[in-house]
């Protein structure tokens, strides 16, 4: 198979889901998104069936693992082009990037150390609320609020991560449970908070004294504001992704994996269970407070509603969906437990029954997720799967 | 042979690729208006009823045939939810053709609007969030905020009136929930019964959803107030009337203001209802239209009754169609005409002040006798035939 | 008297569970260079012995020592550090890794790259563990050469006898100074039971100092490699020394066969 | 003052029996199959529907006759309906994962309680409005001095009490219950026994079930309003009350209950503010057994086994 045939495929698939993605986004009417959705999951199922196109394709992603990725980072680059002349849809991309900034934090503890966490959700509240509080009672700009946010969801992280250390599984869910409901109703009822109204008009973060609410105008074509903010958040994602890969391919991720696989063995090889568990929760619960920074900014308000235990059962969803210990899949996970929900508005009634739904057909019959996690592969060493 | 195939299904590809994503023309010239409301979650019931009253005005309106272009409503869903509601206002702004836009049940999701719509220019009539700060402060920063009912503070101060001045009720005792609505009730409440030397005995706060009263009912019983007034919607607030009465606390009147004003209530908290005085926005016996109002309603057999917001939804959207008359389907022309109308509308004549809020104040005070909101004035309590609690 | 030829000293280990009493006061040595045998009916208590010298049961009463220090109350981290390494009966491996992270992790010990360099320093890390993965395949080919050739297979989808040779390749690649193997013959059949034995032997010679201790039910099989053997039942020590005397011993006659 | 003190505890009693009902459906089902049924709320408030829908239609088809037996009648249909909606919920989303990772029933039971929810408000007439269930408690009740205990309490907790011995004497008197507890020690040595695994699984969420339902019908009876939103916070605090009181011990889910009510009803009382996080505090409770004492007031000491 030559290396050429090999990137070739692997452009082709990209394009496709580029295509299938413009497609879906911009028409309207009900029916016809139905279609492009079918014809998704008819690719899907085909390329599911193990035929030469998913061996091909396999080895493409092996083999040109970095090309792929930069085409497919170029490819999100040009994709709110497609948007211009609407906002709301880049909007929507935005928020489909910041859910998968918190799902891939969620994945350390759920993927990597297997303790379930229900509190994802309110760690992206605490986040949110530590920089909208800064930016809008101190005044202060957005950088300082996002590293104001990262430091008090760390600590939050230890908070919610010390009473996990002796629970298990039912008990641990139990414990995230309690500390959701209870950051949840904190938030609600103190007066700091701004209580129930939430805290509004957050500003828009600021680069080299430039503010992103208003748009620029490059070579003529004037970028909307949003489309700024866009490619902030994907450069955050970017960011996050490259950190997220580098924990999880060093000796932190196999120890994570040690733990979630075998505690007792863990043990028994010297592996001391607490620094580990809490890393994971600190880690998980930062990648949430930077996301929940990026979505009050994007609202410019923010209230005890966006950290609802429906969000955190969201990205719980999200990395069922996608695939339990692989970035990739629960990037694609959140994106699409966003994408679509938002376009079938017209059957709003039945969002949350479709999510409930989908998780149940996922955990029978795709309980790996969508993109299965793959076994840790080393340069210099051959060997077979 | 495998390449020529290849590439040949790349080029077919890419060609129903263009094909589709460019489809749909420009149709003939249609004018929007988006209206934003709670058509999902808690507050389905008010969002659904103001949506008809809305969609009734923009049928009418076409059918007068005054307007050379289609006008067609835009409703989109906010499920009080802050978040989604910022969706929906950014669909409606990044639609061009849509003109003004009327919205929002729940204060805290209009804050999280308010701030898109300035920043496109889009005009945004309020017809349900009584919030203090939507137009005290946002509307007085924002030409384009303009709202159709009244203030949160003028039914408090109305009911307050009534209860101490007219009534002269002494000890009370308030009963608020943890939402913004239920916040804005304690505040104003506070202000309204101090200011006319009222005790407040006691002050509790209950969350939305919150189902066991008891507790704090026995509380209340050992203070003893002779008024309880709760401040929440109708789910909690018949809850809480039924757990009264179960609780022996009959000689107590119980009150509230327009969160209370459904018939849902009555339905829900059956014969425990009888004897709750509230206050509503909106005096619509002494307006002529409002019987043709209601029959308009009913041949249009919407599915959802009116709800008590539904007279202001109708006057939303009359402000906006005339304003829309006088100066065309163009946004900026449109803030200022809605901000300087003077509109002939259901519920008397609208004018704005310089925070955008309606000067229209009548209120109408109502108490539930034999499971229905009857006017104070027609009621038996009135003429006296029933005593309420002392 | 600190006799520096004892690697591991158990005086009168005590453990019950409730009432039941598992071990009942056993004293128990390991000698470096040595390879003891422990036998015994099943439920004797040979695999809780295990679990206490590890440190996974907490014992009630009696006192380990190991290179004379005394490692009673250290808890199961503290006691693989000081080169005490285990294998399980279940064969607990970490069964969604493959075969080759199994044995990487085994090495978790050893000095590595720290947390911090994992951000900023990440080829280190990657160099340093690509060294380690060759170190596993090395120990892996010596044990079974096709598991090195599948060393990208899951755990879980190894058979039960790979599964024991992985787990005592990740034990070694520990570089322990005691090695307690938890029965690693069990579901082989007598080639491959030889074949493992073998391997032991020829593990003692290339470890100086090294103390191992197997596990086993079966007699035949600890006679070609242990030189001193100790046999339980009902958690007590019934009899010790080479295997010669244990097999002419009344009582562990009865123990294994039952009262004439 | 002491008067208040003593009908708090009445109001505090009250909302243990609820409490406390759920909570003995999570122990029975984590004692069988060490899995926490995260959708058990749901079952209490399926119930609550049920119950309502029969006691409508038997008001309207007979008007004018409340008797005790329609009332028996309606609630052992909602029982028998939760029952085997009980016993669906296992087949769909447990048995399939006996062996997986413990996780999974977790989301999966989670799920279903979301499903059955959100069936309600959509197909229920008018489902997503609050609900009336019919008044059939004459008002009224035992006036001691000043202390008023209404008739509608004294059913509940005659009701409750009843169960408590009902559950006490299957458990330890009847063959279904030593079954039951076989199978809760040793799956695989239970089936090897011939004790058909499968129906008594079957048997225990049918049981566990009804007992929902019957703390539904008197969630009913006592609220008189309810929603298809509140089962999923009832399935919360009867999961908390199980584990304080001590997962798998059917007494320790009891005084789970009562301890969760108590700490709720003495907070909103006597604590300024403390109405609106009363909450707070019962998860807060909760939190610290889950620290202190995971194995809760009368649960064994769980050991890990190697």
């Known amino acids: 198979m030559k290396k050429g045939k090999l990137l070739l495929i692997g452009v082709f698939f990209e394009l496709l889901l580029l295509a299938l993605i413009v497609i879906f986004l911009k028409i309207d009417n009900f029916l016809q998104s139905i279609l492009i959705f079918a014809v998704a999951v008819g690719i899907w199922f085909l390329l599911a069936r193990k035929t030469r196109m998913v061996e091909n394709l396999g080895m493409a992603m092996e083999e040109k693992r970095k090309e792929l990725l930069l085409i497919a980072l170029l490819m999100v680059i040009i994709l709110p082009f497609f948007f211009l002349n609407n906002i709301y849809i880049i909007h929507i991309l935005i928020l489909a990037l910041i859910y998968a900034i918190a799902a891939v934090g969620l994945d350390f503890q759920m993927g990597s150390t297997g303790m379930v966490n229900f509190a994802q959700g309110t760690m992206l509240g605490i986040g949110a609320y530590t920089s909208a509080l800064l930016c809008t009672t101190f005044g202060v700009s957005f950088w300082i609020g996002l590293v104001g946010a990262i430091i008090v969801s760390g600590i939050f992280g230890v908070i919610l991560g010390l009473p996990t250390l002796k629970t298990k599984e039912y008990h641990l869910s139990l414990v995230t449970i309690a500390f959701a409901y209870v950051g949840y109703l904190l938030i609600l009822n103190m007066k700091w908070t701004g209580g129930p109204d939430g805290i509004a008009g957050i500003p828009k973060p600021k680069l080299f004294g430039f503010s992103l609410s208003r748009s620029i105008d490059i070579g003529g074509i004037s970028i909307p504001g949003k489309m700024l903010y866009f490619y902030l958040v994907l450069l955050a994602l970017v960011l996050l992704i490259i950190v997220a890969s580098r924990l999880k391919n060093s000796w932190l991720g196999l120890t994570w994996n040690a733990v979630r696989d075998d505690e007792i063995s863990a043990k028994c090889y010297g592996i001391r269970l607490m620094p580990y568990k809490l890393l994971s929760f600190v880690f998980g619960s930062v990648f949430a407070g930077i996301a929940g920074v990026l979505y009050a900014h994007l609202v410019g308000f923010i209230s005890t509603e966006s950290m609802a235990f429906s969000v955190d059962l969201l990205l719980v969803a999200m990395v069922i969906l996608g695939g339990m210990d692989n970035i990739a899949g629960v990037i694609v996970g959140a994106i699409l437990l966003v994408i679509i929900p938002e376009k079938f508005r017209s059957i709003q009634d039945f969002r949350i029954l479709l999510y409930a739904v989908t998780l149940i057909l996922m955990l029978v019959f795709r309980p790996q997720g969508l993109i299965p996690k793959k076994v840790r592969v080393y340069r210099n060493i051959s060997g077979n799967r | ?390 | 008297m600190v006799d520096n030829k004892k690697l591991l000293d158990a005086r009168n280990v005590v453990m019950n569970f409730g009432g039941l009493k598992a071990l009942d006061g056993v004293n128990v040595h390991v000698n470096k260079n040595e390879i003891l045998g422990l036998i015994g009916p099943n439920g004797s208590g040979k695999t809780t012995f295990f679990n206490v010298i590890t440190g996974l049961y907490h014992l009630t009463d009696g006192e380990v020592s190991f290179e004379g220090e005394n490692i009673t109350d250290k808890t199961p981290q503290e006691i693989a550090r000081l080169g005490i390494i285990r294998t399980f009966q279940s064969s607990r491996l970490w069964f969604e890794l493959s075969v080759l992270d199994n044995v990487i992790l085994g090495m978790y010990m050893r000095e590595k790259p720290s947390l911090f360099s994992s951000f900023f320093k990440y080829n280190r890390v990657r160099s340093d563990l690509e060294a380690k993965a060759e170190e596993a395949k090395a120990i892996l080919n010596e044990f079974n050469p096709d598991l090195a050739n599948n060393c990208y297979k899951r755990a879980q989808e190894l058979a039960l006898v790979d599964r024991r040779r992985v787990e005592i390749c990740r034990a070694l690649v520990a570089h322990p100074k005691l090695l307690l193997l938890d029965e690693p013959s069990a579901g082989m059949d007598p080639a491959e039971t030889k074949e493992l034995m073998d391997d032991i032997k020829r593990v003692r010679k290339t470890k100086k100092g090294l103390g191992i201790v197997i596990i086993e039910h079966d007699m035949t099989v600890i006679s070609t490699v242990a030189e001193r053997v100790v046999v339980f039942n009902f958690g007590k020590k019934i009899a010790e020394g080479d295997f010669s005397q244990i097999r002419l011993n009344k009582e562990v006659r009865e123990a294994y066969l039952g009262k004439e | 003052m002491f008067l208040t003190f003593l009908l708090q505890l009445k109001n505090s009693i009250m909302l243990g029996c609820q409490y406390s009902l759920i909570a003995i459906g999570f122990t029975l089902f984590f004692g069988i199959l060490n899995v926490v049924v995260f959708c058990h709320g749901d079952f209490y408030i399926f119930a609550t529907f049920a119950g309502a829908t029969f006691l409508l239609i038997f008001l309207n088809l007979l008007p004018g006759i409340v008797s005790v037996i329609l009332i028996a009648v309606a609630l052992f249909i909602a029982m028998v309906l939760t029952g085997f909606l009980g016993v669906v919920v296992e087949k769909v989303t447990i048995k399939p994962f006996r062996k997986s990772n413990p996780i999974i029933p977790i989301l999966s039971t989670l799920s279903a309680g979301t499903i059955i929810e959100q069936l309600l408000k959509i197909f229920y007439p008018a489902g997503s409005n609050p609900q009336i269930f019919p008044n059939i408690i004459p008002a009224g009740g035992i006036n001691i001095g000043e202390f008023l205990f209404g008739t509608n309490e004294i059913v509940i907790l005659l009701f409750t009490i009843v169960i408590f011995i009902f559950m006490y004497f299957l458990i330890k008197k009847t063959k279904i219950g030593s079954n039951i507890v076989a199978i809760s020690q040793d799956f695989e040595a239970a089936s090897m026994v011939g004790i058909n695994v499968d129906r008594y699984v079957s048997i225990t969420f049918f049981i566990g079930a009804s007992l929902a339902a019957i703390a539904g019908f008197m969630n009913g009876i006592y609220y008189t309003v309810f929603r298809y939103d509140m089962g999923a916070m009832a399935g919360i605090k009867g999961f908390s009350a199980s584990v304080v009181g001590g997962l798998g011990s059917v007494f320790g889910a009891v005084i789970g209950g009562f301890l969760m009510a108590f700490v709720e009803t003495f907070a909103a009382a006597y604590i300024p503010g403390g109405s609106a996080i009363r909450d707070v505090f019962s998860f807060v409770v909760v939190l610290l057994f889950l620290i202190f004492r995971p194995s809760g007031i009368l649960g064994e000491k769980i050991i890990d086994k190697v």
């Open chain 2, 1 to 390: 042979m495998k390449r020529r195939g290849f590439v040949m299904f790349l080029v077919v590809f890419l060609l129903t690729f263009s094909l589709l994503a460019f489809a749909g023309g420009q149709k003939e010239k249609v004018v929007k208006i988006a209206f934003i409301g709670p058509l999902t979650g808690p507050n389905a019931a008010q969002g659904m009823g103001a949506r008809n009253s809305f969609e009734l005005a923009i049928r009418q309106a076409n059918a007068s045939g005054e307007f050379p272009y289609k006008i067609e409503m835009l409703a989109l869903d906010d499920a009080s939810d802050p978040a989604v509601g910022a969706n929906a206002a950014n669909k409606a702004v990044s639609d061009p053709q849509v003109v003004a836009a009327a919205g929002h049940w729940n204060s805290p999701v209009a804050r999280a609007t308010i701030p898109i719509f300035h920043e496109n220019g889009v005009a945004l009539v309020i017809w349900g969030a009584i919030g203090v700060d939507l137009t005290d402060k946002y509307g007085k920063m924002y030409p384009e905020i303009t709202r159709v009912c009244p203030k949160l503070d003028a039914e408090n101060e109305f009911l307050a009136d009534w209860l101490l001045t007219k009534q002269g009720y002494k000890t009370f005792y308030i009963i608020h929930d943890t939402s913004s609505y239920g916040k804005d009730c304690l505040t104003f409440m506070k202000i309204g019964i101090e200011k006319r030397g009222g005790k407040i005995l006691g002050i509790d706060g209950v969350n939305v959803g919150e189902k066991d009263f008891m507790p704090l009912l026995t509380k209340v019983k050992e203070k003893n107030p002779q008024v309880l007034y709760y401040g929440g919607v109708v789910t909690e607030a018949a809850l809480l009337r039924v757990q009264i009465v179960k609780a022996g606390l009959t000689n107590m009147l119980y009150t509230g203001i327009s969160g209370l004003a459904d018939q849902k209530f009555n339905e829900v908290a059956g014969s425990a209802a009888e004897g709750t005085v509230i206050v509503k926005p909106g005096d619509p016996k002494e307006v002529k239209g409002w019987p043709a109002f209601v029959k308009a309603y009913k041949d249009a057999k919407f599915n959802e009754p009116m709800g008590a917001y539904g007279q202001y939804a109708y006057d939303a959207a009359g402000v906006i169609l005339a304003a829309l008359k006088k100066v065309g389907p163009d946004r900026k022309k449109l803030v200022s005409a809605i901000r300087n109308i003077k509109y002939k509308g259901l519920l008397g004549t609208y004018t704005f002040d310089d925070t955008g809020q309606t000067t229209l104040v009548s209120m109408t005070l109502l108490v539930s006798q034999d499971g229905k909101w009857v006017k104070w004035e027609d009621s038996e309590y009135a003429s006296g035939k029933r005593k309420l609690p002392r």
